[in-house]
């Protein structure tokens, strides 16, 4: 697995598949304008896909702290 794509989990769900096309949106977006307006878009998308991915990591521990 690369450094830019999401953890194993992370795409099972509608949300994590929706974060995941939104980071790639906005990169794309900058790579073909970049700009300061752009810029903020990538960061908020990683930052919405971290915020998923935090969320289901808390999950699969929570998971295997029950059995």
Same mark, same amino acid.
Do not use: C, F
């Given at each position: 697995?690369?450094? =830019?794509?999401?953890?194993?989990?992370? $795409?099972?769900?509608?949300? @994590? !598949?929706? %974060? *995941? $096309? @939104?980071? !790639?949106?906005?990169?794309?977006?900058?790579?073909?304008?970049? &700009? @300061?307006?752009?810029?903020?878009?990538?960061?908020?998308? *990683? !930052?919405?896909? +971290? +915020? =998923?991915?935090?969320? &289901?990591? *808390? +999950?699969? $521990?929570? %998971?295997?702290?029950?059995?």
């Amino acid at each position: 697995m690369n450094s =830019i794509s999401p953890g194993s989990g992370d $795409l099972t769900d509608a949300a @994590g !598949k929706h %974060a *995941w $096309l @939104g980071v !790639k949106t906005a990169v794309r977006a900058y790579s073909n304008h970049p &700009s @300061g307006s752009n810029a903020e878009e990538v960061e908020a998308a *990683w !930052k919405r896909m +971290r +915020r =998923i991915d935090n969320g &289901s990591r *808390w +999950r699969e $521990l929570q %998971a295997t702290a029950g059995d």
